[in-house]
């Protein structure tokens, strides 16, 4: 089915960014996490009990991590809500895992917490854009309420939003081609 082109525009471009860093900022996380917990071992009390859980939570991190960033692209760039709305789902998750990593863990850095709190400034920023792509995905909302008239009201809606959808692809066919030089 051709669309005019109109498709091609919704994608977030700054989610798409902000994706991207955090998948390196996700692999620096892992990595630097991975050597303060070396350094606490090797110069602080450390339960070995607690140790064990935070490094198997620190790998479940890694997990959720790679798959959230994963569905996030693919959602994003394929324009899909499913996959944007389970990344946007694991970014709670994960969000808890950097909020223990920040509060309750035995010990805790400055570095941690300084490392942590960046963490969660991308989920805040993810979350944002994220709903902010779902809500372009979705062209028109059609109630969905009860009664006698129900039916014909989610034609007609329906039908409204298809006029609309045709006369913006009009309108698109007569805006000026911009040239790059």
């Known amino acids: ?18 994706l991207f860093l955090n998948g390196w900022y996700c692999a620096t996380y892992f990595l630097l996490e991975a050597f303060v917990f070396v350094y606490k071992v090797l110069l602080l009390p450390y339960p070995v009990s607690n140790l064990v859980l935070d490094v198997v939570l620190l790998l479940l991190y ?27 789902a694991l970014t709670v998750p994960a969000a808890v895992l950097a909020v223990y990593y920040l509060l309750l863990q035995t010990y805790s850095l400055r570095l941690e917490a300084f490392l942590s709190a960046i963490l969660l400034l991308f989920y805040g920023l993810e979350l944002l854009l994220g709903f902010l792509a779902l809500l372009s995905f979705s062209r028109c909302c ?3 309420t009860g009664g006698a008239g129900a039916g014909a009201a989610r034609k007609a809606t329906g039908a409204l939003c298809k006029r609309l959808t045709t006369s913006s692809e009009f309108i698109t066919q007569f805006q000026p081609i911009q040239r790059q030089i």
């Open 62 to 88: 890694l997990g959720i991590e790679a798959t959230r960033i994963f569905f996030g692209s693919k959602g994003n760039l394929c324009q899909r809500k499913v996959p944007l709305s389970l990344s946007l």
């Open 1 to 18: 089915m051709d669309t005019g082109g109109r498709d091609r525009h919704r994608s977030s471009a700054p989610l798409q960014v902000l």
């Open 142 to 144: 059609i109630p969905r």
